[in-house]
């Protein structure tokens, strides 16, 4: 009778197994299917253009010519602008709440930077098109003639451009990457801090200690909030000034990949243009896959040597009662 | 000899020898003393520690888990400082300057009173850069200077013939014995005039654990050595003198021999001779 | 100066730098939210909730229609993505260390870094394309493949916060895998795959590029989902780029109501999550 009831349990056991994983894999599907029908729908455009879609800067639908260089341009441009701005700031957020804050702020000071995760792309876009472009286009307007005659200053004080795309796309991905990096630090092993204070170390050189075992974690979340500001679509669009160039011109207005696709896949009227379009969502598509495939990679590894799993979802991380 | 005794609520007979504690055989004393205090928070965890650890012997510090040697070994460095809430009062003299008077260098302090923890921590970096450490971040940039140093420290820990061909390989590479003699030489990189060792060998395996007893004998030619034990047979083994703590007090104070062969407190020889702890 | 002086300011110096890293990320945030309040909570009135957009020119209106479209597409998105979701969950939570459960949980934490307006066009494609016409649908499709991962992972930790001894518990007395998951671990975590919707929820409440080419927007009342609707986020995206005054503070309205909502959803969530860890520690 013990073995009958052991093996119903098995069966049991192997159809709900099945069961439940048939729903798991079409997470996996959901994954493979982006990447398929994108594919599909951008067949007519990889085909007409082959690489020069990649390298060409003429973007006119009426002529039905699609060079795609000046969004990838703005796309990576606005990015690590963005992470060259963030990185510094959300390594030290997470520095300050993991290491250096007294224990009472740890908890509503991490909540508080992550609301800026919370907050809509489009809220952001709007702050920024009313509060952050008039700002910047004073800011622009003041800047001495010596300045603006370099080639990071040139061009019209519109307020709208890359600079100011940068600047929202920095504080969109803050959050991402100071949860992470925070959260690698908490679970550096304290013998480590201690072994570099037992040294002679001062608290910043034990903080570098920690950092350097934390060294591929953070990394990866660097990367992760690359991978952020390389999809962010509606804040840039409305502050970058929607305008194809490629140049290094922080007041130049330009454009991204997201960006493009957001403004004008309605209006596109035919197959090759549309293709052109799902075609620039394809690449991005593929850049922030393996984007964040590494960041997370780096993240887990990182992981594996603690015992505590960390939450993707920033909003739901809790400190740990001591 | 007075001994004033309590009892605690749980039953335990505990007192603290009134005398000052100096060993028969009176050496210089190196870190000396007096009525230390330790809390964390509200909770206090040391008593008026009174002690006389004298230069370039090994003490060992006994007693059972809980009984504050970790906590009072981590406060000859004020390594507790970096713990929110904890805080030391009364006097720890070194050289006959007390550590914990408002002033006081930490970083520095750290510097001349090496410590090795209860579980090897190397850097996941180099060995080299393990041993270098210390002294890159004391400001010594010379190459040839650390390279020295690391060689010294590396021979001193009695580990340099098994890493000399591969000082450039991760520290994680190596095996648990081994990681503790590189924390050991790292911790001698900067020359510290004391040595703090927390249950430097609870970890290891027996033969690992004679390499360090080996090492400890050895270092005390030119060290002052606190060394915090669980085991018995080896503060037996490696010390010179000895302090058995119990409940944040220290119960009996002197020379090893003496502590396990014919202590004078009663607590002590159950002790000694397993009865508690 | 002293080589050890300098290692002090220099350690100083950074610590100082990294508070100073806290407050530069809490000035944008403080902005934010300031202006959002002061503009959006002046514009916001009855009208916006019971009212429809009036052409531009004249006066007044609302976003009701906008309202109601923004409820009927984070429902669509929840019907699709809780079911998968919460089994997806339920199958990482239950087999957490099988080869397929790692390359699951990998291709979640991807796709919750997938650009949504990426997911956008995938839904374009699936729903849009072979029917040839904007629909809740559509954008319910495309809301509901950017919940799903938030959904997964949520619902998968929570599960995890169930005391081991309930699981083994009901094991013991002979129960199945399916009967004690389905009749003692669930309801247990049941708060828990709550707030792990509600997270998720907030996130796609927000979403404005995916609904772009998909539920696309409408001027008029609409609750049939396979009609274009309007969306909180595409409408205050319209008002905000329009020339339009009267528009704009419909934007800054629309945009509190946004914020007011998300803020809503991820506190309640807070909340019950710090609730469920208290149980678990008793």
């Known amino acids: 009778m013990g073995m009958f009831s052991n093996r119903r349990r098995s069966s049991d056991d192997g159809s709900f197994r099945v069961v439940t994983g048939a729903f798991a894999a079409l997470v996996l599907l959901a994954v493979a299917g982006i990447g398929f029908e994108l594919s599909r729908q951008s067949m007519l455009s990889i085909r007409r253009f082959g690489m020069s879609f990649w390298t060409g800067t003429t973007w006119d639908p009426v002529s039905g010519v699609f060079g795609a260089l000046p969004f990838i341009w703005g796309t990576l441009y606005s990015s690590i602008l963005a992470l060259l701005i963030a990185t510094p700031i959300a390594l030290g957020i997470a520095i300050f709440i993991s290491e250096l804050s007294p224990r009472f702020l740890r908890q509503p000071l991490s909540y508080l930077t992550e609301l800026l995760a919370a907050i809509p792309s489009i809220v952001y876009g709007l702050w920024g098109i009313f509060v952050l472009v008039p700002i910047v286009r004073k800011l622009e307007l003041s800047a001495p003639d010596a300045i603006r005659k370099l080639a990071l200053f040139k061009g019209p004080p519109l307020g709208v451009g890359m600079g100011t795309a940068a600047l929202i796309l920095a504080v969109m991905v803050i959050p991402f990457t100071s949860s992470v990096a925070r959260e690698i630090l908490k679970n550096v092993p304290t013998a480590q801090r201690e072994a570099a204070y037992a040294l002679g170390a001062t608290r910043w050189e034990a903080i570098k200690v920690a950092i350097g075992y934390g060294k591929s974690g953070i990394i990866g979340s660097i990367m992760l909030g690359f991978g952020r500001a390389l999809g962010e679509t509606m804040a840039v669009t409305m502050v970058i000034g929607n305008n194809p160039q490629v140049t290094a011109s922080l007041f130049a207005p330009q454009y991204t990949m997201a960006a493009v696709i957001a403004n004008e896949f309605t209006e596109a009227a035919d197959d090759l243009y549309l293709n052109a379009l799902v075609e620039i969502g394809l690449v991005l598509f593929i850049i922030t896959i393996a984007i964040n495939a590494l960041s997370r990679l780096l993240i887990w590894s990182m992981e594996k040597r603690s015992s505590r799993p960390m939450a993707i979802v920033p909003l739901l991380e809790e400190q740990p009662a001591q | ?277 | 100066m002293s080589y050890a002086t300098r290692r002090r300011i220099i350690s100083r110096v950074a610590e100082a730098l990294c508070a100073l890293a806290v407050l530069l990320a809490l000035l944008p945030l403080g902005m934010i939210l300031f202006y959002v309040i002061k503009e959006g909570g002046s514009a916001l009135n009855l009208a916006f909730f019971t009212q429809m957009p009036k052409p531009v020119g004249e006066p007044g209106g609302g976003m009701a229609n906008a309202i109601v479209g923004t409820l009927i597409l984070i429902g669509l998105a929840a019907l699709f993505a809780v079911p998968i979701g919460c089994m997806c969950g339920i199958h990482l939570s239950e087999y957490p260390a099988t080869r397929f459960s790692y390359t699951v949980r990998f291709a979640a934490d991807v796709l919750n870094g997938v650009p949504s307006i990426v997911v956008g066009i995938f839904a374009y494609g699936l729903v849009v394309l072979p029917v040839k016409r904007f629909s809740a649908i559509a954008g319910g499709v495309a809301l509901g493949i950017l919940m799903l991962p938030i959904v997964v992972r949520t619902t998968e930790e929570l599960l995890r916060l169930v005391p081991p001894g309930l699981r083994e518990g009901a094991l013991a007395l002979g129960a199945t895998r399916s009967r004690s998951v389905f009749s003692v671990i669930l309801p247990a975590a049941l708060p828990g795959i709550l707030t792990g919707i509600l997270v998720a929820l907030a996130r796609v409440a927000g979403e404005t590029a995916p609904l772009l080419f998909t539920a696309f927007n409408n001027r008029y009342w609409s609750t049939n989902i396979a009609q274009p609707i309007a969306s909180l986020t595409v409408q205050v995206f319209t008002y905000a780029i329009s020339p339009y005054d009267d528009w704009h503070r419909q934007a800054w309205a629309g945009a509190f109501l946004l914020v007011m909502i998300i803020l809503a959803l991820s506190i309640s969530a807070r909340v019950a999550v710090r609730r469920l860890e208290r149980m678990n520690r008793v």
Request: proline residues 4%; glycine residues 8%.
């Open chain 2, 1 to 277: 000899m007075t001994t004033a005794l309590s009892t605690t609520p749980g039953g335990l007979t505990t007192g603290r020898s009134t005398m000052t504690t100096t060993p028969t055989t009176a050496r210089l004393g190196k870190i000396t003393v007096r009525h230390f205090d330790f809390y964390y928070g509200e909770a206090k965890v040391l008593h008026g520690i009174d002690l006389d650890i004298p230069e370039r012997q090994v003490t060992a510090l006994i007693g059972p888990s809980g009984c504050g040697k970790s906590t009072f070994v981590r406060s000859i460095n004020r390594m507790n400082d970096i713990i929110p809430e904890a805080r030391g009062e009364g006097v720890i003299e070194i050289d006959g300057k007390n550590i914990y008077a408002g002033g006081t260098d930490v970083v520095e302090l750290r510097r001349r009173v090496g410590m090795v923890f209860q579980k090897s921590n190397p850097f996941p970096k180099s060995i080299y850069d393990n041993v270098a450490y210390g002294l890159k971040i004391g400001g010594t940039r010379n190459k040839r200077a650390l390279n020295d140093a690391v060689e010294k420290s590396l021979q001193r820990a009695a580990l340099w013939e098994e890493v000399k061909d591969r000082l450039q390989e991760s520290a994680l590479a190596l095996s648990g014995g081994q990681q503790q003699r590189l924390c050991i030489a790292r911790a001698l990189a900067v020359d510290p005039e004391i040595l703090l060792m927390d249950e430097p060998a609870s970890a290891l395996d027996p033969i690992a654990t004679t390499k360090i007893e080996e090492l400890i004998w050895e270092l005390k030619e030119n060290y002052t050595i606190v060394i915090v034990t669980h085991n018995m047979q080896q503060a037996a083994r490696v010390s010179d003198l000895t302090a058995f703590f119990m409940l944040g007090k220290v119960i009996e104070f002197g020379d090893t021999k003496k502590i396990f062969m014919n202590p004078r407190e009663k607590m002590t020889e159950d002790y000694v001779t397993g009865r508690f702890g």
